[in-house]
Structures are given as C-alpha cells and as structure tokens.
C-alpha cells in the first residue's frame, strides 16, 4: 500500500547549521517505526518536520494529498505549577471552544471520561480532578496520550514517550501504543533509546546520526551488534540493557 507519509530529500537548517540533511524515507500506515539515534541527531527535528511546524527543503507528501490527522506527544511539556490545572481543565481547554471559567460541559466532560478510559483502567475519577504537575511520569504520558486520540489519529507521533518512567508503566505503555497500532491502524513513530523495547514492539527501525539516515530496516539487523556500533559506535554498550 501507499505509504501514509513520504519525505524526499528533506532538509532543515537551524540558523545555517544543517540539523536535518537529504532525508528520504516513507511511513507505512499501520505499523509501529521506531525513530532511533543519539541526542542531537536530529530526532525531534524529524517529528516536528513531519508535523508541519518547521521550514524545510526538500518535500513532504502525504497519501491522498492531505495531511493525516496527527497526534503528538512531544518530550516535554513545561508545566507552570502556579496555574494549578487539573486533569479535567486540560481536556477541557483542548476539547472545548469556551472559556475555561464557564465551566466543563458535559459533553466535554463525558469525552474525557472516554478518553481517558482508553489509557487508565479504574482509575479515571480519581485522575480527574489530579493537577497535572503532581502526576508521576507514567500517569502524565498516559494523559497526554489520551489527548493525542482526540481528534482520532491515522498517525501518532511520540517523543520519547517512556523516558523517565519507571519499567511497569513503561510495558503499560507499550502494550497501550501497540493495541491502538493493531486495533485501530493507527501509524506510529515513536522516538525511544530502549533497544529492547524497540525489537519487541516496533516493525521498522529508522536511525539517524548528524541528520542522516543512518539506517532504516528490521530491527533484527538494524539492532543487530553491527548496526548499532555503527550508530552509536562505542556508546553502544549503553543502550543495550538485557
Ligand atoms: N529551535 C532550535 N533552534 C536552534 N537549534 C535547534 C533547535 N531545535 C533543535 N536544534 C538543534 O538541532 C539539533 C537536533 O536537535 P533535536 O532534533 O532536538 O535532536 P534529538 O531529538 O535527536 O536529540 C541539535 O543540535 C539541536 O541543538
Ligand atoms: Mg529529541
């Protein structure tokens, strides 16, 4: 089938230094692509490129000529914790077309609810009313991955979404971005440096180094010792952990 998205010899400069140089690949639809490399490699430049945010050479085409609806959740969120916002108000603020002082309504409310059944199992009225910058990293990735499927993705981007979070919530995670892969078709590219959850999850791997593709492939060979000496050279040792 058409690829969902296809970059051909894309390039992006940040004040004249090359961040992104003669990037050309293609994203399936439904399947998991695994966006892999060292910091500064360019990997968030890629997503935000694909997103529309960042002026670039080269060319970006999208099955059908239309963008697909995207969600993103990018590798950081900044929280101002003197605006004590709850869980509820951030849906709210992202669902509704009122100001925020008139209230949720109830449509927006039961939205929510729905949306946040898909990550949490029992415990959505008791996030609802959490504010946002006392939640643990594994229940702040799972919120904003619930505001990601609204409106629903035919593409979901996600910047290092496990960093910082601990094992248990990590294969939560997984489990969770695989079955909305499976389920629901949605495509994903998700940044991560775990090699291990890389070769049990993803179908794809594209590596970048310097703003190159490295390489892209299988994430038996692209994860293979070879291949990753050849992208992380000797740093290697330190993103194979089992
Ligand atoms: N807004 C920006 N302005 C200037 N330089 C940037 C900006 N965003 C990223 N860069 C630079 O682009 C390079 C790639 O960054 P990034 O895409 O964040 O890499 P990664 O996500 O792989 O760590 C880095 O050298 C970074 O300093
Ligand atoms: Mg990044």
Do not use: W
């Not at 390039?11 to 140089?21: I, T």
């Not at 291990?196 to 299988?218: F, P, S, Y």
């Amino acid at each position: 089938m058409e690829p969902l998205v296809r970059l051909d010899n894309v390039a992006v400069e940040f004040r004249g230094l090359p961040v992104l140089r003669g990037v050309t690949t293609a994203i399936a639809s439904g399947c998991i692509t695994a966006l892999i490399g060292l910091n500064g490699s360019g990997k968030t430049t890629l997503l935000r490129t694909i997103l529309g945010e960042v002026p670039h050479a080269g060319r970006i085409s999208f099955r059908g000529g239309a963008r697909p609806v995207t969600g993103y959740v990018p590798q950081r969120l900044v929280i101002d914790s003197r605006m004590p916002l709850t869980v509820r108000d951030v849906f709210a603020l992202a669902l509704q077309r009122r100001p925020i002082f008139l209230g949720v309504s109830p449509a927006a409310l039961a939205k929510t609810r729905e949306l946040l059944a898909r990550v949490f199992r029992r415990e959505v009225e008791a996030i609802l009313d959490r504010p946002v910058d006392k939640l643990s990293g594994g229940e702040l990735q799972r919120v904003l991955l619930a505001l990601a499927l609204e409106p629903a993705p035919q593409l979901l981007l996600l910047d290092e979404p496990a960093a910082g979070i601990d094992f248990h919530d990590q294969d939560h995670f997984y489990d969770l971005i695989c079955r909305f892969n499976r389920e629901l078709g949605i495509a994903v590219v998700l940044v991560s440096h775990d090699t291990h959850m890389v070769t049990r999850h993803a179908d794809r791997v594209l590596c970048l180094k310097d703003g190159r593709i490295q390489c892209e492939g299988h994430p038996g060979e692209v994860l293979s010792e070879k291949g990753l000496a050849a992208v992380f050279g000797d740093k290697a040792a330190f993103h194979h952990h089992h």
